[in-house]
């Protein structure tokens, strides 16, 4: 057993920050929008139920004070078969929305007692949501 006299031991509860996301998806020719909208929104929210890997924007996959980057959330998309290209439209905490007419920041900072989420959850659209816009295929 350890005793330690003057330690003080601050408990606090965490912070749920709501992304919201957006992405333009070029489908390239020859595949289905709607199917790769399926398979994109598996990489990125749902997850494999059969391998039982969460999406890469489940808050499982995020730290307190974690700061999140666009480059994972885009390589992801991009990864996906049928995508020819991935643009990132809207990048920002729900609270902070990036000023009208700039680019979206390539990472977010994160608090010390933050969690990063986008869980596109009607119930809950302070928890962060993702846009995906389809362009090109059939």
Same mark, same amino acid.
């Given at each position: 057993?350890?005793?330690?006299?003057?330690?003080?031991?601050?408990?606090?509860? =965490?912070?749920?920050?709501?992304?919201?996301?957006?992405?333009?998806?070029?489908?390239?020719?020859?595949?289905?929008?709607?199917?790769?909208?399926?398979?994109?929104?598996?990489?990125?929210?749902?997850?494999?139920?059969?391998?039982?890997?969460?999406?890469?924007?489940? =808050? =499982?996959?995020?730290?307190?004070?974690?700061?999140?980057?666009?480059?994972?959330?885009?390589? =992801?998309?991009?990864?996906?078969?049928?995508?020819?290209?991935?643009?990132?439209?809207?990048?920002?905490?729900?609270?902070?929305?990036?000023?009208?007419?700039?680019?979206?920041?390539?990472?977010?900072?994160?608090?010390?007692?933050?969690?990063?989420?986008?869980?596109?959850?009607?119930?809950?659209?302070?928890?962060?949501?993702?846009?995906?816009?389809?362009?090109?295929?059939?």
């Amino acid at each position: 057993m350890l005793r330690m006299m003057g330690t003080d031991l601050v408990v606090e509860q =965490a912070v749920f920050v709501g992304l919201r996301i957006g992405l333009e998806i070029c489908v390239a020719p020859g595949f289905f929008r709607g199917d790769v909208y399926q398979a994109v929104w598996t990489a990125l929210v749902t997850g494999d139920n059969c391998s039982a890997t969460p999406g890469l924007l489940n =808050a =499982a996959n995020s730290k307190f004070g974690q700061t999140v980057y666009s480059s994972p959330i885009v390589t =992801a998309a991009q990864a996906v078969t049928g995508v020819s290209a991935v643009t990132l439209t809207t990048f920002e905490r729900m609270t902070q929305p990036t000023p009208t007419g700039q680019p979206p920041p390539t990472q977010l900072l994160m608090g010390a007692v933050e969690i990063a989420c986008c869980d596109n959850d009607p119930n809950h659209a302070d928890r962060g949501s993702l846009t995906l816009t389809m362009d090109g295929g059939k």
